[in-house]
């Protein structure tokens, strides 16, 4: 399962760390991830973290930082200078294998608000 926390209401020009906890059987991670969904709008992807690269949407380079604690199979979004089009429901993925016998597949959490407005 993955469990998302952080969220919440911050003013513009603000900041929030979002957290994203993997539990259960994990045989292997193959990149994680972090998507948000805006109001009347489709999922877009945030940021995503593989072994070999981390890749950041146009919109939140510079601001947004993803990180990833392997220990602890936990997924980090520290997010800077918050705009109000950054409102959206926050989504934590990944995509591996739970098992070594299973195909690879995607995971993804329930979500957390962040709404930034004054």
């Known amino acids: 399962q993955l469990a998302e926390s952080g969220g919440g209401l911050v003013q513009p020009g603000g900041s929030l760390r979002l957290s994203c906890l993997v539990s259960g059987n994990i045989f292997r991670i193959y990149r994680m991830g972090w998507y948000r969904q805006a109001p009347e709008k489709q999922r877009e992807l945030v940021a995503v973290?593989?072994?070999?690269?981390?890749d950041y949407d146009d919109s939140v380079k510079g601001r947004f930082t993803v990180s990833r604690d392997n220990a602890k199979n936990i997924l980090y979004l520290q997010m800077m200078s918050l705009k109000p089009e950054d409102t959206a429901v926050y989504f934590c993925y990944y995509k591996g294998w739970r098992t070594s016998l299973d195909s690879l597949s995607e995971y993804w959490g329930q979500g957390t608000q962040v709404t930034v407005s004054s």
């Open positions: 973290i593989t072994t070999a690269s981390i």
